[in-house]
């Protein structure tokens, strides 16, 4: 079996039991096979999110990057499920259910072009929102991603988490790292 046909079996799998590793040279190709070949033969199906593990030194900081990258995808897969949402509350018609998933797609949109991080733009959003209200501020000054569970399934996409640059990590023990990413 190639190495393509591999990461798309372990990740069709019903209950997947532990983690793959996918080992290779520096240079090789190993982020490209998984950014555009794994990707795009998943398709809309699935939801991959990749952690790297670059300079890392703990497991917490690992922890957090998986829960803030995991409620990135959350939020950006919003739109998808919004118009199915809407269309269940009465006197919603379809046209007005597929108007609110177009402006909910197109507020993630103009949210993507605020910084480089997916996660701080929409935070930067809520908290210029709460600026306006008293105290509210002081409250939300608390990070979303923070209380959100990473869970198997965003929606009815599957959700693939994929931890890169293993080698790169500063955490010093490489079992606890493994540990945590079968976690």
Not at 54 to 69: A, H, I, M, N, P
Not at 74 to 85: A, Q, T
Not at 95 to 100: F, P, R
Not at 126 to 132: G, L, N, P, R, T
Request: hydrophobic share 40%; charged share 30%; with cysteine.
């Amino acid at each position: 079996m190639k190495t393509l046909e591999e990461l798309i079996y372990y990740c069709k799998e019903e209950n997947p039991f532990g983690a793959i590793m996918l080992t290779g040279k520096w240079g090789c190709g190993k982020t490209y096979l998984i950014d555009n070949d794994l990707v795009a033969e998943l398709g809309n199906a699935f939801i991959v999110i990749r952690v790297s593990l670059f300079g890392k030194e703990s497991l917490d900081e690992v922890k957090r990057d998986v829960q803030k990258l995991y409620f990135q995808k959350f939020i950006l897969n919003l739109g998808s499920d919004v118009e199915h949402v809407v269309e269940k509350m009465p006197n919603i018609s379809e046209e007005q259910a597929k108007n609110a998933r177009e402006a909910v797609n197109e507020l993630s949109l103009k949210t993507q072009k605020f910084t480089k991080s997916k996660t701080a733009r929409i935070i930067k959003k809520v908290a210029d929102i709460c600026k306006q209200i008293p105290a509210l501020e002081k409250v939300m000054s608390i990070s979303p991603s923070d209380y959100i569970d990473v869970e198997p399934y965003i929606g009815d996409k599957k959700v693939v988490l994929v931890f890169d640059d293993l080698e790169r990590c500063k955490v010093l023990d490489e079992i606890q790292v493994l540990g945590c990413i079968n976690e």
